[in-house]
Nanobody
Framework: QVHLVESGGGWVQPGDSLRLSCAASGRPISSDTMGWFRQAPGQAREYVAG????????RYTDSVKGRFAISRDNARNMLFLQMNGMKPEDTAVYYC?????????????WGQGTQVTVSS
């Protein structure tokens, strides 16, 4: 069993940056694929980014390419999402996820989410 806890959410203005963190506990995550999803009010949950266990491959949804960067620190059991050039449409609850398959496979474990609000 893996427990995921996100942090770093908050309110920022358009163009600002924010870094989300996800702390994993329960077992090492060094062999797992991890990622971030988000859900805006009234909308379906959306895939944001994913990263393989060895950080060799990453994947992003088109709307965040060039602005967001996913990374991980297996030694610390941590996952990160650096968000730059933020836009109001990035407003959502962001979820940290973990899976044992590939980047396109379902994720088995989810955090409770952290709210990110982008507005002026």
């Amino acid at each position: 069993q893996v427990h995921l806890v996100e942090s770093g959410g908050g309110w920022v203005q358009p163009g600002d940056s924010l870094r989300l963190s996800c702390a994993a506990s329960g077992r090492p995550i060094s062999s797992d694929t991890m990622g971030w999803f988000r859900q805006a009010p009234g909308q379906a949950r959306e895939y944001v980014a994913g990263i393989t266990w060895d950080s060799v491959r990453t994947r992003y949804t088109d709307s965040v390419k060039g602005r967001f960067a996913i990374s991980r620190d297996n030694a610390r059991n941590m996952l990160f999402l650096q968000m730059n050039g933020m836009k109001p449409e990035d407003t959502a609850v962001y979820y940290c996820v973990l899976g044992t398959g590939g980047l396109l496979d379902p994720y088995s474990f989810w955090g409770q989410g952290t709210q990110v609000t982008v507005s002026s």
